[in-house]
């Protein structure tokens, strides 16, 4: 107690020292943001615009050559569409399916907690193990689905091999696999809900749709905007699901743009293609991005 | 008639009995004060008739109908919470139309309705704005104005001064009493704050440990609490309780010894005394100085308009009387002090008031 001076300017520790000292504390996280993201981040935009080879090395500057290769590329535009479509598939499922679990389990039953605990059980598998399952589940014949389908006489077809389903399946693994974040998420919003504004809605005559609508989802509308803004972030970068289960087929119709990017630049080996590939990539994801927060604002209006 | 009538009322959470057979009638038109310490029941009682609770055991009625097998919004009561419980994404015109739209009332009346209630709490200014843009008293006028446009039969509080400065406090309690003369409905209001229960209350329901201690006005409750709790619960500062031994009939009334030896002639009969531990209760206000009880004094309080003068009897009890506000008394220094023993009380043993 001898030294209450000491610690009242320690306390008020910033106030007058020179700002370079102040600055030593944010260095160690600077200079690894530094190298590890905004370096890499700039070399890939550099790399873009080269034509950068593996096997011959640096072939100089080539301005926009790799973007009309990409744009002339019939496969790589395929996969834009695949990406693309696949992150319309899960986003509004993940949103969706994410807010009715987490509202058909927000409570205190013993039996919710396990259900929350099986839903989010399934992401902490890796991809290897969730496809190698969902390969057995899509198996023709032999299959779970072919067996389920069976009770009813229906007769099931390879939904992998199909040009129409394969996408469409990778996207049901996909969300099968990873609910349990989103659900989790919404379920921590719902749980910042105030119980007396439900109280006070029960008092207000208000049944159970009425306040879902007017109660519920305006309280977690900063949640569901969230959720779908990661989701699309998340889902743009569809690759381990694809290329286990498809391998991109059939005829390239599963074949999402980070596997072009991977084959490009890891099989084919031409690094400033691969680079501008990617430079696509993320331009196409901020866009989604801000698509979402843009309508979520407007709505907020 | 009673407007309301609560008819040996329990309930539990698993072992724990919060609320135990209390039976209780309101008449109509009554401003009733539920007082009592935090745990003692009140807000889960109010919470009870709200239909926000589920009852363990008995009946409630309102206005001559079983309403306790009724769902919160047909009960016809109206709640003001707490923390207010407003709408957050909903302007106050919305929040205070939100419970009529729900019953399909016309949008001319809603609108009629709103207009009534928000300039009689003056907040027709504040329409079109949103909770978050409020303040507290504002949150606090427009949570009342949400009760009073479903005109209900009764109103209930959750104590819902606790979050206003005092200021704002000692004003909305005005402000609430002068609304309940307006409108003359019954109110049933739950406060742990003694001063709201006086000022307000037709009559006051003191509680304790899930029971109903003593019902009555304002004044009775002070002038004559029925058990020790509620005399220590009511009023400021609380009553001082001293430990008094052999009594003695003094022409008709209780003479009882301090441990200090020296005597208290009581307003209590001495026939009415039964044997067992006797305990002397008596207000500040009713000590004075000059008399034949020596004391020191430990603590001084001075509030303005009086000063609470802490003193020390001889074994070693601290005892509180008033002082008028500009008293000039010393800390360490010995008085003498004199009960009023025509405002005294005596408890018995288990803490119940003795009387004529």
Redesign the interface.
């Known amino acids: 107690m001898a030294k209450v001076g000491n610690v009242r300017s320690a306390d008020t520790a910033g106030i007058g020292v020179p700002r370079g000292v102040n600055m030593l504390f944010v260095l160690p996280y600077m200079a690894i943001l530094l190298v590890m993201v905004i370096l890499p981040l700039l070399l890939g935009v550099w790399l873009a615009f080269q034509d950068y080879d593996m096997l011959s090395g640096w072939n100089g500057f080539v301005g926009l050559e790799n973007f009309q290769n990409l744009l002339d590329d019939r496969i790589f535009r395929g996969t834009v569409r695949n990406t693309i479509l696949f992150v319309l598939m899960t986003t509004p499922a993940f949103v969706c399916l994410g807010l009715f679990l987490a509202l058909a389990l927000n409570n205190r039953l013993r039996r919710s907690a396990s259900l929350r605990a099986i839903f989010f059980g399934s992401s902490v598998l890796s991809v290897t193990i969730v496809t190698l399952v969902w390969r057995l589940v899509y198996l023709p014949d032999r299959g779970l689905l072919a067996n389920g389908l069976g009770v009813f006489g229906l007769k099931s077809f390879d939904l992998v091999t199909s040009e129409t389903w394969a996408l469409p399946a990778i996207a049901v693994v996909t969300v099968w696999w990873i609910i349990g974040l989103p659900m989790t998420l919404f379920l921590a919003a719902l749980q910042q809900i ?1 119980a ?2 439900y ?9 159970r749709t ?1 306040t879902l609508l ?2 519920t989802l ?2 977690i ?1 900063r949640t569901v905007l969230v959720v779908a803004v990661l989701e699309v972030i998340m889902q743009f970068q569809l690759f381990g699901q694809a290329l286990l289960i498809t391998g991109g087929g059939p005829n390239n119709m599963s074949r999402p743009m980070v596997q072009f990017i991977y084959e490009s630049g890891f099989r084919d080996l031409q690094l400033g293609f691969a680079a501008a590939a990617s430079q696509v990539l993320f331009v196409l994801m901020v866009l989604g991005a801000l698509a979402q927060t843009w309508a979520g604002r407007k709505r907020e209006g | 008639m009673a407007e309301f009538s609560l008819r040996g009322l329990s309930k539990s959470y698993g072992p724990v009995e919060v609320i135990r057979d209390l039976s209780l009638d309101i008449p109509s038109g009554e401003f009733a004060v539920f007082l009592g310490p935090s745990g003692c029941g009140k807000s889960t009682l109010l919470r009870m008739i ?3 609770e589920a009852l363990t055991r008995g009946e409630i009625h309102l206005g001559g109908h079983r309403i306790d097998v009724l ?4 009960r016809g ?3 003001v ?3 207010y ?6 302007t106050v015109r919305q929040n205070m139309a ?2 009529l739209r ?2 399909g009332t016309a949008a001319a009346d809603i609108t009629q309705k709103i207009a009534a209630a928000s300039e009689m709490l003056e907040i027709t200014p504040l329409l079109d704005r949103k909770p978050a843009q409020l303040s507290g008293g504002q949150r606090q006028r427009v949570a009342i104005g ?1 009760a009073i446009v ?1 005109q209900p039969r009764a109103f209930l509080f959750d104590e819902p001064l606790s979050n206003l400065d005092a200021t704002l406090r000692s004003r909305t309690r005005i402000e609430l009493a002068r609304l309940h003369q307006r409108m003359q409905s019954t109110m049933i209001f739950v406060t742990h704050d003694q001063v709201e229960a006086m000022t307000m209350a037709t009559r006051i329901v003191v509680m304790n440990h899930g029971q109903i201690e003593q019902v009555g006005t304002p004044m009775e409750v002070y002038r004559r609490p029925q058990t020790r709790f509620v005399a220590g619960f009511v009023g400021t500062p609380a009553m001082n309780f001293v430990t008094v031994t052999g009594a003695e009939d003094r022409g008709g009334w209780a003479l009882v010894h301090l441990a200090d030896g020296s005597q208290v002639v009581t307003g209590v009969p001495f026939a009415q005394l039964r044997t067992g531990d006797l305990t002397l209760g008596v207000r500040a206000e009713d000590i004075r100085q000059g008399g034949d009880i020596p004391a020191r004094v430990d603590v001084i309080e001075r509030l303005g308009e009086r000063t609470l003068v802490y003193a020390n009897l001889r074994d070693g009890s601290t005892i509180v009387y008033d002082e008028p506000g500009d008293v000039e008394v010393a800390i360490g220094q010995d008085v003498h002090l004199t009960i009023d023993g025509a405002h005294t009380h005596l408890f018995d043993a288990e803490g119940a008031a003795i009387r004529g």
């Open positions: 105030p007396d504004l109280e006070a809605a029960a008092l207000d005559n208000a049944l009425r007017s109660i305006p309280s509308r | 709200a239909g926000l769902p919160p919004g047909d009561v109206a709640m919470f707490q923390q419980a407003l709408y957050p994404h909903m939100f419970g729900n019953i949400r479903k």
